[in-house]
């Protein structure tokens, strides 16, 4: 008797081999994985989307994209249903964008921005000064040339986007108490090279380039105890006093919210509550940017995974969306066929299950967790 055709795509989707269903990243291609459905919520559970969830607080609700947005029909259909903002996981990085020194190419990031023009969606920049990246030559030029190399690249990619695009995270993940500094700035090639004014001439050449986007920070400190977690949250608190109190344009705050549900005992919503009122107070925009909740260190059990991802998202976004100055969640990814988690695997080889929808773009447990939490904290119910 032959093999099923069910019984080939379960095993093709358990070994992590979609076929027609799509391929993953090359690092996922590996791995193993659930059959498609086998854990999915059942059919009609993503109604109403994410978008028109987070849309009727008057909130956002997004997705970081990368290249199969523009090859993988069920991708880009799921964006298109579920997201109201997007931003490029990679495209708008200095190293994508200014190849050489003074040379730019825009053309790979332009999809992305006419994409969500496309389809009345929000963007995101992201991101203009980062010390990872970077193009081969940046560390000699800066040497050589200082500040202006920033700023020519600040204007031409601002200035390319200015109008179009609803923020830039101008400068991200600067602060980083390890570095044992008393401003607990990252000593990066930045910093090193033009000291920590670079933070506030990279945001008042954002603000010439581009008078109408936002301008954020974009921060990267974890939600747990232990480590310098808390003096990071303290750290950006104190950078964007400085920087408020010297008149820098800085109207927004991002929260990349990198999660792992094997922390939850360590999750500390004090250290959360306090940043999120400290920077309410400031009068700046929340935005959580990055949000996604690695499985890594829990058991290869699926649904066990799935259950305690999903209540991360949950537990997360309940503290997280109580907070009015909290505009919007992009989760970086929306589907587990395209996370970056893959890239250092689980150690039994099973495929990272971090985002709300599944490698075969079906609704999971999170998913349903996350928009539980918009609608338990709709403004206006
Ligand atoms: O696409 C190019 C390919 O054309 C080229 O041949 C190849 C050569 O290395 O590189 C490919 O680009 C890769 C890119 O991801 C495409 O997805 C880069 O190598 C790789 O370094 C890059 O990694 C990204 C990483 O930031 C560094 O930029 C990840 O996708 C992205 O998820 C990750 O995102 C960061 C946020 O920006 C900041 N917060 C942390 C977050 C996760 O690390």
């Known amino acids: 008797m032959g093999v099923s055709r069910r019984a080939v795509l379960r095993a093709a989707a358990a070994l992590g081999g979609l076929g027609a269903l799509g391929t ?227 109207q927004g705050v991002g929260l990349q919210s990198h999660l792992a549900a094997a922390h939850a005992e360590k999750f500390d919503e004090a250290t959360l509550v306090w940043f999120y009122e400290r920077a309410s107070a400031l009068g700046l925009e929340i935005m959580i940017t990055e949000l996604d909740v690695s499985d890594k260190g829990l058991p290869t059990d699926v649904a066990l995974r799935d259950r305690l991802v999903a209540r991360t998202y949950r537990r997360f976004l309940d503290v997280t969306l109580a907070f009015p100055a909290v505009k919007g969640v992009l989760s970086w990814g929306l589907s587990d066929r395209f996370t970056g988690h893959n890239r250092w695997a689980r150690p039994d080889r099973w495929a990272v299950r971090a985002l709300p929808y599944d490698h075969c773009m079906q609704p999971k447990l999170a998913r349903r967790e996350i928009a539980e939490a918009f609608l338990a904290h709709d403004l206006d119910r």
């Open 24 to 250: 993953r990243d090359p690092a996922a291609q590996e791995l193993r994985d659930a059959p498609c459905g086998e854990h999915a919520l059942p059919p009609g559970n993503d109604q109403p989307s994410l978008a028109a969830l987070a849309a009727r607080q008057n909130r956002f609700f997004g997705a970081a994209v990368k290249d199969p947005l523009f090859t993988d029909a069920s991708f880009r259909d799921l964006v298109i249903k579920q997201c109201n903002i997007l931003v490029c996981t990679y495209s708008m990085k200095w190293r994508s964008l200014e190849p050489e020194p003074g040379r730019f190419d825009f053309r790979l990031a332009d999809r992305y921005v006419d994409f969500a023009e496309e389809h009345g969606m929000a963007f995101r920049g992201h991101t203009l000064v980062w010390q990872k990246a970077t193009p081969p030559w940046l560390d000699d030029e800066l040497s050589a040339k200082g500040f202006a190399v920033v700023e020519r690249h600040i204007r031409a990619i601002a200035g390319h986007y200015a109008g179009r695009l609803r923020s830039w995270d101008v400068v991200n993940e600067a602060v980083w108490p390890e570095d044992g500094r008393a401003d607990r700035l990252r000593s990066n090639v930045f910093l090193e090279a033009l000291g920590p004014s670079y933070i506030e001439a990279a945001f008042a050449v954002a603000r010439e380039a581009d008078p109408t986007a936002l301008l954020y920070y974009n921060a990267n400190p974890a939600p747990y105890t232990g480590g310098q977690n808390r003096e990071h949250f303290e750290g950006v608190i104190a950078l964007l006093e400085r920087l408020l109190g010297r008149g820098v344009p800085v």
